[in-house]
């Protein structure tokens, strides 16, 4: 990571490529439209139980919380009312808050960006004649299923009131076979400030290219896994399955001193802080796929720590679950949260806001996401996109120095 010195530099530098410029760019940001919750009708033809969504366990955005979190201040609304949709598959509420998450394709790049819309705590959330043994959807396959084959990543803050860091989950994930007494940490909020690191999202997972990870006869994987779907092809509610993941006993120990942890995680998890930072809890944040497998104790084939970590951990330093289905955790399962399948050319509105995970004074863990927000907001173009003439360079060198 850059530091904090580089990021401000640059975001002051962008701030004057805004000042100079923006005036000949906006004409452009009108070729991809910004995210509208969908409506009533396709989620009954996808699979959901209307009456479920609409409940306050739900949080549907139109219908609870338009001030509040992820807003930052009382006066910023996560959502408005927009009579311009004309999609006929969505409603007259645009979704504002837009989450910032990595991608699960090993990159690192901070470049994915979701539209919260509803949480679902529990299995009554899809319609019971759309779940596998009924008739499931137009094609005849139900949309839990689908939608299990895609994973949003949030990652719980471990650390309790106490000060002491949790090497367990409280609820159907936590480890039976720790010491009585264990403490574990509560997984029943994914808001922003309950998370200790950004998001990552399987939006890359596309059964045409092979990065869904399909192994049917579990040739590579030694688990048979059948997943022929695309996110952006399938999952048409944009709907994640949510995949925990936490630093275990033998990354933190065990706050009564039975388990200390061992010299091997300790030694993966410097260096992995050295690599990405930590996380508001104190431990490394991990913004890959490989980063976590590696850690959990797979071979991914790769060296993701580098050179120096050649094999994965034995025994693994983290661990990752999912809540139980039928709601016994109290916490979200799935989320309607669908990514914005192109962020550029207008579809992040110049009233939509980032929410990222952020340390104190409200310094972002990962400045990247508010540089590609801000590029894509008033450019619509990534960062690595714009481009500068030798006299705009000259300009905004001028400017971001304050000269």
């Avoid at 706050?255 to 050295?274: D, E, K, S």
């Amino acid at each position: 990571m850059k530091s904090l010195r580089t990021h401000i530099s640059l975001f002051l530098t962008l701030a004057a490529v805004v000042f100079l410029t923006a005036p000949r760019l906006t004409a452009q940001l009108n070729d991809n439209v910004p995210p509208f919750d969908f409506n009533d009708a396709f989620y009954r033809a996808n699979g959901i139980n209307v009456t479920q969504l609409d409940q306050p366990a739900a949080g549907r955005f139109g219908l609870f919380r338009q001030f509040g979190p992820p807003a930052r201040s009382s006066s910023q609304a996560n959502w408005v009312v927009d009579n311009s949709n004309n999609d006929p598959t969505r409603k007259n509420i645009r979704i504002l808050a837009t989450t910032g998450g990595y991608p699960d394709d090993g990159s690192g790049t901070a470049t994915e960006f979701i539209s919260v819309i509803a949480f679902a705590l529990r299995q009554s959330f899809f319609n019971p004649a759309n779940q596998t043994g009924g008739a499931g959807n137009a094609r005849g396959i139900a949309m839990e299923d689908i939608v299990g084959n895609f994973e949003g990543y949030p990652a719980p803050k471990q650390r309790l009131p106490s000060g002491v860091i949790a090497p367990t989950p409280c609820g159907s994930m936590g480890d039976s076979t720790l010491p009585a007494g264990t403490p574990c940490f509560p997984v029943t909020s994914v808001a922003t400030p309950a998370l200790r690191q950004d998001w990552r999202f399987a939006t890359n997972r596309n059964a045409i290219d092979g990065s869904d990870g399909n192994d049917p006869l579990g040739i590579v994987s030694g688990t048979p896994k059948d997943s022929p779907f695309g996110y952006f092809c399938d999952d048409l509610l944009g709907m994640w399955v949510l995949t925990y993941f936490w630093y275990n006993q033998n990354s933190v120990g065990d706050p009564a001193g039975h388990i200390h942890p061992t010299a091997q995680c300790t030694a993966m998890l410097i260096q992995l802080a050295l690599m990405h930072g930590i996380g508001l809890d104190g431990t490394p944040n991990i913004i890959t796929a490989n980063e976590l497998n590696f850690l959990e104790g797979n071979d991914v084939g790769a060296q993701p720590l580098g050179p120096g970590f050649p094999n994965p951990p034995n025994p693994g330093c983290m661990n990752e679950g999912q809540l139980d289905t039928g709601g016994a955790d109290n916490g979200s399962v799935w989320l309607v949260c669908p990514a914005i399948p192109d962020p550029r050319a207008g579809a992040i509105t110049s009233d939509a806001f980032l929410d990222t995970v952020r340390g104190p004074f409200g310094i972002p863990l990962d400045f990247r996401f508010n540089l590609n927000f801000a590029c894509l907001q008033l450019f619509g173009k990534f960062c690595n996109e714009l481009t500068l003439n030798p006299t705009q360079t000259t300009q905004t060198t001028s400017a971001a120095a304050g000269n």
